[in-house]
């Protein structure tokens, strides 16, 4: 019985997902439930254990931590310990798979792989950190996996197998757009990222809700006025919002040295993603057939649990798992910001 367990834990929202074998059969206690979703913010309690996705009335809530590129020495203490934006991650990380499956991490048998994304953009030691952190809660075993390998993974589960080609994956966050060009289908390379990830902070839910409030204020310094814009109204604000962030597409194709016409498909992924304006904009701007799942929020983690269950079918005769996760200790990337 192979079974897997991703996770993708972003700035707003965590979200974990499972993939039982195909045979239905889910094993015991809760594994095979249905994805989960946190907001990403962590609380202590006096004896130092963990809550996500609480925000208490009172007392201190820690936010904003799971991008480790914006961060740099301890950023929580609890008790005498000095917490990392690392620690807190795999803090995230091993309080969901307690609260999904049953039971901490070191008590999972050996037919259940956990993947843990990241963005693309993470150099090597950010993502030794991340692994290091992982290990401290006992997470050793875990893998990691960039986020748009892990969207690549859920759309070759669903839509493949795919022809060899490009696919352009649109990750519409609540805190930014991500932007990340990679090979699919057979002979695809060990790490398919091609040219830079690119992200920009322009774009996305944030930075729409921004947008909103604009709109609905008298002047630049007066106060929100009581009344709210029409479905009509929003639905154009959102097309202008993503017609806007084209430029961050084709900047990536320029960094790749490729056109629009060597890419196949669009994937869009992310919670910020749901209204179908997104889609719609840019099937028609960028001329190529765009794919969304039912939920975009959960593509990653979903890809993720696909690729844990695959590691875990991949173990050897010897016990060793073969390393099927791509694009993880192999080059340094760099985030190319717009």
Same mark, same amino acid.
């Given at each position: 019985?192979?079974?897997?367990?991703?996770?993708? +834990?972003?700035?707003?929202?965590?979200?974990?997902?499972?993939?039982?074998?195909?045979?239905?059969?889910?094993?015991?206690?809760?594994? =095979?439930?249905?994805?989960?979703?946190? #907001?990403?913010?962590?609380?202590?309690?006096?004896?130092?254990?963990?809550?996500?996705? #609480?925000?208490?009335?009172?007392?201190?809530?820690?936010?904003?931590?799971?991008?480790?590129?914006?961060?740099?020495?301890?950023?929580?203490?609890?008790?005498?310990?000095?917490?990392?934006?690392?620690?807190?991650?795999?803090?995230?990380?091993?309080?969901?798979?307690?609260?999904?499956?049953?039971?901490?991490?070191?008590?999972?048998?050996?037919?259940?792989?956990?993947?843990?994304?990241?963005?693309?953009?993470?150099?090597?030691?950010?993502?030794?950190?991340?692994?290091?952190?992982?290990?401290?809660?006992?997470?050793?075993?875990?893998?990691?996996?960039?986020?748009?390998?892990?969207?690549?993974?859920?759309?070759?589960?669903?839509?493949?197998?795919?022809?060899?080609?490009?696919?352009?994956?649109?990750?519409?966050?609540?805190?930014?757009?991500?932007?990340?060009?990679?090979?699919?289908?057979?002979?695809?390379?060990?790490?398919?990222?091609?040219?830079?990830?690119?992200?920009?902070?322009?774009?996305?839910?944030?930075?729409?809700?921004?947008?909103?409030?604009?709109?609905?204020?008298?002047?630049?310094?007066?106060?929100? +006025?009581?009344?709210?814009?029409?479905?009509?109204?929003?639905?154009?604000?959102?097309?202008?919002?993503?017609?806007?962030?084209?430029?961050?597409?084709?900047?990536?194709?320029?960094?790749?040295?490729?056109?629009?016409?060597?890419?196949?498909?669009?994937?869009?992924?992310?919670?910020?993603?749901?209204?179908?304006?997104?889609?719609?904009?840019?099937?028609?701007?960028?001329? #190529?057939?765009? +794919?969304?799942?039912?939920?975009?929020?959960?593509? +990653?983690?979903?890809?993720?649990?696909?690729?844990?269950?695959?590691?875990?079918?991949?173990?050897?005769?010897? =016990?060793?798992?073969?390393?099927?996760?791509?694009?993880?200790?192999?080059?340094?990337?760099?985030?190319?910001?717009?």
């Amino acid at each position: 019985m192979a079974f897997g367990v991703g996770l993708s +834990i972003g700035t707003v929202n965590t979200v974990c997902a499972t993939a039982a074998d195909r045979s239905g059969k889910n094993p015991q206690g809760k594994r =095979g439930a249905p994805p989960t979703t946190w #907001r990403t913010t962590l609380t202590f309690d006096s004896s130092g254990t963990a809550r996500v996705g #609480r925000i208490p009335r009172h007392g201190r809530v820690i936010t904003e931590f799971a991008d480790l590129s914006q961060r740099g020495g301890p950023v929580a203490r609890v008790g005498h310990r000095a917490l990392s934006s690392a620690d807190l991650v795999a803090t995230v990380a091993d309080s969901v798979i307690k609260e999904v499956l049953g039971k901490a991490p070191a008590g999972l048998d050996g037919d259940t792989g956990i993947v843990v994304t990241h963005p693309a953009g993470y150099s090597v030691n950010l993502v030794t950190d991340l692994r290091t952190a992982l290990a401290g809660v006992g997470l050793g075993e875990a893998e990691l996996m960039a986020e748009p390998i892990a969207a690549a993974t859920w759309l070759e589960n669903q839509r493949g197998p795919l022809m060899p080609g490009l696919a352009v994956i649109y990750d519409l966050g609540g805190s930014g757009l991500d932007v990340t060009l990679v090979r699919v289908g057979a002979g695809a390379p060990s790490n398919p990222i091609v040219g830079l990830p690119l992200h920009s902070a322009e774009f996305g839910g944030r930075a729409f809700g921004a947008l909103v409030a604009k709109k609905l204020r008298r002047g630049p310094d007066a106060p929100v +006025i009581s009344r709210v814009m029409s479905d009509s109204d929003t639905g154009e604000l959102r097309a202008e919002h993503i017609r806007q962030s084209l430029d961050l597409v084709y900047e990536s194709l320029r960094i790749a040295d490729v056109t629009m016409a060597d890419v196949d498909r669009v994937l869009v992924v992310g919670g910020a993603a749901r209204p179908p304006e997104v889609a719609e904009v840019l099937s028609k701007q960028l001329a #190529r057939p765009v +794919i969304v799942a039912p939920d975009p929020e959960r593509t +990653i983690a979903d890809g993720a649990a696909i690729a844990a269950r695959r590691a875990v079918l991949a173990h050897d005769s010897s =016990g060793h798992r073969h390393h099927v996760l791509t694009g993880l200790f192999r080059r340094v990337t760099r985030v190319a910001a717009l």
